[in-house]
């Protein structure tokens, strides 16, 4: 059974509704590399049939045209991705049967990539792999080895348990034509890693907070497949009524956001950090900061950790 099959029979009939192609890799330099790279050499005149059609065995992306309201989707995986990064170009290390190193590219419409809230993108993204990660631990009858072993996001892009990084999103965007643009969504998760094999100490593991887990393939395939579903699903409301989903998203998010109420220091892209209390993720994703001297900064976009204590 090939690997499209595989993933289409993991949450069949859903994911055969949604997934569009796909592209599966021993390795390669980065999947989202892969798929701007997939996404230049294609026909940009129809950013939807490009997308759809991203993978298809001609090699040009000339899939045929989605219905009007369809959400196509391409996927691209790797077992082993030697130039991997997350924000900042940080290095994501992965070995062969360890790490869950997927892709996803979905059009995006052009008034949301322009707007107030583009910034939910990437946060749907992460209540996304939550929920699929949630899924698949519940249909495996994985339980969590610690009585604290419980999902939550750290914003903006973060998986954690119980305070410790699972995984992170990379989130991108690629112009296509004057109505859509390309969202990619590169998600790492640590999957089979003991603690001596992981990137940094305060990192955790699939294998290190739940069990029994199904193999490395089989449980790709699986977070493959309903991370795929929840994407699809997500994005497709939110595209459908912005406000009114992006309300919804930020009670969906202050509810499972590892940072707020915590201490935080955000590093900004100019160089400058702030330190104090998250207090609230704003109307617009943005995470709102209450410093030491009582005073609120916005902060839109940043590397934030959560301070000890």
């Known amino acids: 059974m090939s690997y499209q099959d595989r993933v289409m029979a993991s949450a069949a009939p859903r994911t055969a509704a949604v997934v569009s192609s796909i592209k599966v890799m021993d390795s390669v330099d980065s999947t989202n590399s892969l798929l701007r790279r997939a996404l230049t050499l294609g026909d940009r005149r129809d950013a939807r049939s490009l997308i759809a059609g991203l993978f298809d065995q001609s090699g040009e992306g000339a899939g045929s045209t989605p ?18 990064h997350g924000r900042l170009g940080r290095p994501w290390s992965n070995k062969p049967g360890e790490s869950f190193m997927v892709s996803w590219v979905l059009p995006a419409p052009c008034s949301i990539v322009q707007g107030e809230y583009v ?12 929920a699929g ?20 996001l750290k914003w903006p892009n973060d998986i954690f348990v119980n305070g410790r990084k699972l995984g992170g999103i990379l ?14 969504f590169g998600v790492g998760i ?20 739940y069990a029994p887990l199904p193999a490395y ?3 790709r395939d699986r977070l493959a497949a309903a991370i795929s579903v929840e994407l699809h699903n997500r994005l497709a409301a939110f595209y459908d009524d912005p406000e009114g989903y992006a309300l919804q998203s930020h009670d969906m998010l202050s509810t499972e956001s590892w ?7 955000a590093s900004l892209a100019s160089g400058e950090s702030v330190i104090g209390r998250a207090l609230r993720i704003d109307d617009d994703a943005s995470l709102v900061i209450k410093c030491h001297d009582g005073s609120e900064r916005t902060v839109t976009t940043g590397d934030v950790g959560v301070l000890p204590g």
């Open 133 to 152: 990660i949630r899924e698949v631990l519940s249909s495996c009858g994985a339980q969590a080895l610690r009585e604290e072993s419980e999902l939550s």
């Open 259 to 265: 940072t707020i109420g915590r201490q935080v220091k």
């Open 190 to 209: 640590n999957m089979f890693m003991g603690q001596a094999d992981l990137p940094i100490d305060l990192a955790t593991s699939l294998q290190l907070e």
């Open 171 to 184: 989130s991108e965007m690629v112009p296509i034509d004057e109505q859509w643009s390309a969202v990619l």
């Open 119 to 130: 910034g939910w993108l990437t946060m749907i993204a992460g209540l996304s792999v939550q």
């Open 67 to 84: 219905s009007e309201d369809s959400l196509p989707i391409s996927v691209a995986t790797s077992d082993v991705q030697t130039q991997c």
């Open 217 to 219: 393939e089989e449980l």
